[in-house]
């Protein structure tokens, strides 16, 4: 394992605008303004934090995970990782991140990868795919068209020499957090992933704490 990057927020809990727990299973959407600062925390590790951004002023373009993985040159994110848009605007950018390494290849759990994957019978088990369209569906005008490929906050989804997806263990730990700077007006949806089948979260899935901050 290389090492992993480091960066840590030097902002402080007690000045968020906002900080709520969000239990696993459940979904989220929000707004974000340009110049705020928003951080994922996985309160007990190894969380997958599922995760899509969209241009407030038109959610028609929303994060290309292709466009942010040929801007970088590298798979993974993390500090530095500039998230883009299909059309190329800078959505967010990571500016700090105790994890080291995020995954945006493995894509979101279905009740159909759920019954491929591991059996017929938990087709019907609660997954990510079905948390975003619970959560888009409060808002007039979304549906599972909006849904793409997203973000896996905490996952580590390392490829194999072969070009093989390994959905290997996972890095995080307890209190490890991501922290981005939105550079655009956007819209956070999020999926704290419900999966009970997967090793990558020790088949428990845990609770995540989600903070914002105004601009500086
Ligand atoms: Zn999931």
Request: net charge neutral; with cysteine; charged share 25%.
């Amino acid at each position: 394992m290389p090492v992993l990057n480091h960066v840590e927020s030097p902002r402080r809990a007690s000045d968020a605008i906002h900080d709520e727990v969000l239990p696993a299973g459940c979904g989220w959407m929000r707004d974000l303004k340009k110049g705020q600062f928003f951080r994922i925390l996985d309160l007990e590790g190894n969380q997958a934090v599922d995760t899509l951004f969209y241009d407030a002023a038109d959610p028609s373009d929303r994060y290309s995970a292709v466009d942010t993985i040929r801007a970088q040159g590298n798979i993974f994110l993390t500090a530095g990782t500039r998230l883009l848009s299909g059309e190329g605007k800078a959505l967010l950018t990571i500016v700090a991140d105790t994890c080291g390494r995020h995954d945006t290849l493995g894509g979101a759990c279905s009740a159909e990868s759920n019954s491929v994957r591991y059996a017929l019978e938990k087709k019907s088990m609660h997954n990510c795919r079905d948390s975003f369209l619970l959560a888009l569906s409060r808002r007039n005008g979304w549906s599972k068209r909006d849904l793409t490929g997203n973000i896996n906050f905490f996952m580590n989804v390392p490829v194999t020499p072969d070009g093989k997806l390994a959905f290997a263990d996972g890095v995080s730990a307890p209190g490890k957090y991501v922290e981005l700077r939105a550079e655009r007006d956007v819209v956070a949806l999020i999926s704290n992933c419900p999966q009970l089948n997967n090793p990558c979260n020790a088949y428990h899935p845990t609770p995540v704490r989600l903070l914002i901050w105004d601009s500086a």
